[in-house]
């Protein structure tokens, strides 16, 4: 029954009519808002009189961003369920499921009304302490418990063929690791760092690394990713020790390479420290730079922290995590490189930069463009210090 799509006139009766759901809400007192902002989804945020709430989100039968002559399968919300599952077993920072309409392709899901997404938060100049440590947390969690170490190999493969996705995986490949480096027609960049891009997809060293990491993405199937994180896919509430945070839309979710995750993490907080360098917050650039670090390791200690949890530990010595963890380090530098340039140059930008006058935005942008190379070419050697003294070093006033 895919294809038909809920309009905010028809929820109030949807939810009285699903059993699950009509105890959670009073559907005669709803106000119903759609507010899907996203790329790809109907988003209804509903509220009774009495202040309960819920969020449904329904896959719509093409890209919400391009129109129907972009086909998308509704599939995604089965296997967004899936992964949200997954992942609420093993941690407390992810958006909660409520429900699953598999015929209509709708979840819902627990409101955060009283969160905000963190972009919007990062734009607006909001603080962000300890956020990147409950991302890397939550990444470690998530990593490790949907891993052969944690499922043992036969469970880990099981899973893995059940959680493909491969048409939000080709999005990615070719959003993120293709039409960046080889040209596309999605692409666009303001006509001043046009010359900028020219140069750069005439540089091999770049467009190889890149393919590199396509190759990467396309090959390692370590764990059930979010498939999506950057700062638009997060929510937070309060500061300090009331912090919540949240991810959600994991819609791209699949067996992956885990620096994916982290990758695409870290180049959304250079996109929020350039963008406050770019406006002369200096000292609040530096602080979004270091949390690039501070996930990375929060992630690894957590990770070192189960990895005594293994189910077979005389199959995997210490050794392999050390190697391991290297790896997976690189991997996310790389992958930072690839969401740096897609998210500058491809289909579906980001308003750290696309808010930004031309003055601006040509210091960011070339910034963000520079990070790129930097993060691929030199993934293997790079350290979070390096990469911190890279991002301030930037040239970034446009007065420069
Ligand atoms: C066509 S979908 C474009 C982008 O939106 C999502 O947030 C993903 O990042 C995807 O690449
Ligand atoms: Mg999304």
Redesign the pocket.
């Known amino acids: 029954m895919g294809g038909t799509s809920l309009t905010v006139d028809e929820v109030p009766g949807y939810l009285a009519g699903r059993a699950a759901l009509r105890g959670l809400v009073d559907p005669a007192t709803l106000t119903v808002a759609e507010v899907g902002d ?3 989804n109907l988003v209804f945020v509903c509220a009774d009189a009495e202040g309960r709430g819920l969020v449904l989100k329904q896959a719509l039968p093409y ?1 919400r ?2 129109g129907p002559e ?1 086909p998308m399968t509704e599939e995604r919300a089965t296997r967004e369920a899936a992964a949200i599952t997954a992942h609420c077993a093993l941690s407390d920072s992810v958006c909660r499921l409520i429900d699953f309409d598999q015929e209509r392709y709708v979840m819902a899901l627990e409101d955060l009304s009283d969160h905000q997404v963190l972009r919007t938060r990062l734009n607006a100049g909001g603080p962000h302490a300890g956020v990147s440590e409950l991302i890397g947390r939550y990444v470690a969690d998530v990593a490790f418990g949907t891993s052969w170490l944690a499922l043992g190999e036969e469970e880990f493969r099981r899973r893995a063929g059940a959680a493909i996705n491969p048409e939000l995986c080709l ?2 490949e070719d ?2 690791f293709t039409e960046p480096y080889l040209g596309a027609d999605r692409n666009s960049v303001r006509p001043c760092v046009a010359p900028l891009v020219s140069r750069l997809q005439a540089d091999q060293a770049w467009v190889d690394a890149a393919m590199g990491m396509k190759h990467r993405f396309l090959t390692v199937a370590e764990a059930l990713l979010h498939g ?1 994180l ?1 700062s ?2 997060v929510f937070v509430r309060g500061d300090g020790d009331q912090l919540s945070v949240k991810a959600f ?1 994991s819609e ?1 979710a699949f067996y992956g390479p885990i620096g994916f995750d982290l990758g695409l993490w870290w180049a959304n907080l250079m996109f929020a420290g350039i963008r406050a360098a770019a406006l002369g917050e200096r000292s609040r650039a530096e602080s979004l730079f270091e949390a690039v670090g501070s996930s990375w390791f929060s992630f690894r200690a957590r990770m070192r922290e189960l990895w005594p949890t293994r189910q077979a530990p005389g199959k995997y010595p210490d050794a392999y995590l050390t190697a391991w963890l290297r790896l997976i380090r690189q991997d996310g530098l790389g992958f930072a490189g690839c969401e740096a340039a897609r998210r500058t140059i491809g ?2 930008k980001v308003s750290d930069l696309e808010t930004l006058d031309d003055p601006e935005y040509r210091v960011a942008a070339t910034a963000m463009l520079t990070l790129s190379r930097t993060l691929l070419v030199d993934r293997a050697v790079l350290t979070f210090d390096d990469l911190t003294r890279a991002c301030s070093g930037l040239s970034v006033s446009p007065r420069d």
């Open positions: 996203g790329n790809l890209v961003l391009v972009w999005i990615t959003l993120i999506d950057h638009g896919s839309d791209f289909l579906a």
